[in-house]
């Protein structure tokens, strides 16, 4: 049944593919001829024009984050696995896939523009502002959140064998240091056929040396002093070096460690997807792992409230993510060597996050009882139990799933610096690539507070939580609302070129509404006087969400009709022009 219903779903994501990505291409008038911004205004630090293999291991890499291992573990456990199989599916082909495709058709049309600045130049400077802001401040959540996951995983310890506590960490280390030889050697003339054939094979045997020499997480309280809160919180040491890292990889040239480490990982991310997926398919037709879990939990819980909005504001990445918009307006447009490599880069890789969604989910189908605890161990865990059928130890297996979700988080985590930064400059103008080192130091001084702020939980009194969890909630209303008004933006394009629009406004239709609605959920119930559990910080954080967005609507209407204007005085001019020759 379990191998049925995953056959049957990836083939639903391979004619999408073939079909509405063709009719995607065709609404956007996808043509090679166009130069891109990568071959005119190459600068050979963020401007680097990357073969598509190279940049789909990176764009996927960095829009994968823990989003779609995460989002649907939790929405299936709580709603059962039913309605997120559907949005999953519904969700990554009409409105996660045009997101995404929209996005980069879009930046690239406008010399490699953030998605703020393309506001700008159809709505107000304002407008603008508040984009920029709104996206700033995404992307500080990102970190936040991703920072504190990324240092846990090199903590944590599977529930299979509880002494490979550190094994992520080392095969982090030893990764990065492969992708960045792997970089220099591809920019001295190594082919990348040949150098793949060489790197690739190595960082699985990081894997394995990794699982030999872990880094004991004991160890790592000894770079701080005796009695300090580092020493006390060792966690809080790999956050430190975490952000160091962010840091030093938000500067360097991406064809240093950005493409190359992307690139290689991407193999970790797809022999996970595939092998993952694999060992479904055999333990289900030997009927190894059968469905155990619910099909349908009820429309209401108490942990995430009604299933709208909470379940297509949880699923997040696995079906729509705002974050990818960022990183194709950031990052990727710089780097896209023609047109024709939208399809694959954008609709490609957002279809392929949908099939891992998929394999995250199926490791709660299997499960007979609701999982507790960390969703990322959950995740580990079943692919380990899938892998086993494929003569891989069940410990080895889980090791591997959790170092694949580690590999999300931290390709996540320097993408997202590097575009805090690209924010940042666009904020203040600034265009000087010298600058790079002040900006991005604004962008992750943030985060030295946030990054080792712990707070009182309200759920357990004394206890105390790290800050991401404190904002959890407004975190994916925030990612979610940030594809609405993404979608919003290339719906004002498209108006402004006298084009089609409907295949994207019920899709931004749908989003404004179900973020809309979880916004004004958790103004009341964390706002309202005397309301039990409440944190007042998520409660201010969604009411500034939704004057903003109340904001950008209502510009939007304001200039519907002048776009309308432009767009046919265009035509006109260029009917007249035609008539003239």
């Known amino acids: ?51 598509r293999p190279v940049l789909f291991g990176h764009h996927f890499s960095s829009i994968a984050g823990a989003g779609p291992v995460v989002g649907p573990i939790i929405a299936a456990t709580w709603f059962g696995w039913g309605p997120v199989m559907a949005w999953i599916l519904v969700g990554s082909i009409l409105i996660g896939g045009v997101h995404d495709f929209g996005s980069l058709v879009m930046s690239i049309r406008h010399r490699a523009r953030s998605i703020a600045e393309i506001c700008r130049l159809y709505l107000s400077p304002l407008t603008y502002r508040f984009f920029l802001m709104f996206i700033w401040l995404a992307l500080v ?21 509880p002494d490979q506590g550190g094994t992520v960490a080392t095969a982090s280390m030893l990764y990065i240091v492969l992708a960045i030889v792997f970089g220099l050697l591809t920019r001295r003339g190594l082919k990348l056929g040949l150098g793949s054939l060489i790197f690739v094979p190595l960082v699985f045997a990081a894997l394995l040396v990794a699982h030999w020499l872990p880094t004991d997480p004991q160890h790592i309280r000894l770079l701080a002093p005796a009695g ?31 493409q190359p480490r992307d690139y290689l990982s991407s193999y970790l991310l797809f022999a996970c997807l595939g092998l993952g997926g694999l060992g479904l398919l055999i333990s289900g037709a030997l009927g190894r792992v059968p469905i155990q879990y619910e099909f349908f939990a009820g429309l209401q819980n108490a942990e995430l409230g009604f299933i709208f909005p909470a379940l297509f504001i949880t699923v997040a990445c696995g079906a729509v993510s705002g974050f990818h918009s960022i990183v194709a ?34 490791t709660v189908m299997v499960l007979a009882d ?48 590097r575009l805090a930064r690209y924010v940042v400059e666009e904020f203040f103008g600034i265009g000087n690539p010298r600058w790079r080192y002040a900006t991005t130091l604004a962008s992750v001084l943030p985060l030295v507070y946030f990054a080792f702020k712990e707070y009182p939980n309200p759920a357990s009194p004394g206890a105390m939580i790290p800050a991401w969890r404190v904002i959890w909630p407004a975190f994916g209303t925030t990612n979610q609302l940030l594809a609405a008004l993404a979608l919003l933006v290339v719906l004002v394009w498209r108006r402004a070129q006298g084009r089609s629009y409907w295949f994207i406004l019920w899709p931004m239709l ?39 967005t109340l904001w950008l609507v209502g510009d939007t209407v304001l200039n519907w009709g002048r776009l309308g204007r432009v767009a046919a005085a265009e035509s006109e001019g260029l009917t007249a022009s035609a008539t003239a020759g």
């Not at 205004?41 to 401007?47: F, K, L, N, P, R």
């Not at 880069?345 to 099939?355: D, N, Q, S, V």
């Open 141 to 161: 959540y990102v970190l936040v959140v991703f920072i504190d996951l990324t240092a846990a995983s090199y903590m944590a310890a599977p529930a299979s064998d």
């Open 370 to 417: 609701r999982p507790a605890g960390n969703p990322m161990l959950t995740f580990a865990d079943g692919i380990g139990q899938f892998l086993s059928v494929l003569g891989l130890p069940a410990d080895l297996g889980t090791v591997f799933g959790l170092l694949a979700v580690s590999t999300f988080l931290l390709t996540t985590l320097d993408t997202c610096t």
């Open 510 to 548: 749908f989003m404004l509404a179900s973020t809309g609605a979880s916004m004004v959920l958790m103004i009341v119930e964390n706002l309202s006087p005397g309301a039990e559990g409440a944190v007042p910080v998520i409660g201010w954080i969604n009411l500034l969400m939704l004057l903003m």
């Open 228 to 258: 300090s809160y580092f020493y006390e919180h060792p966690k809080y040491i790999w956050s430190a070096i975490l952000l160091a890292y962010c840091f030093i990889a938000s500067v360097t040239p991406v064809w240093l460690l950005l």
């Open 1 to 51: 049944m379990i191998a049925a219903l995953f056959v049957a779903s990836c083939i639903v994501l391979a004619l999408a593919y073939r079909y509405y990505g063709a009719f995607l291409n065709r609404q956007f008038q996808i043509d090679d001829s166009r130069p891109t911004p990568s071959t005119t205004m190459t600068d050979g630090v963020d401007y680097v024009p990357a073969s």
């Open 329 to 362: 307006s950031g990052t990727t447009a710089k780097q896209l060597p023609q047109e024709s490599a939208v399809r694959p880069i954008a609709y490609g890789t957002m279809l392929t996050e949908g099939a891992l969604a998929l394999v995250a989910l199926a």
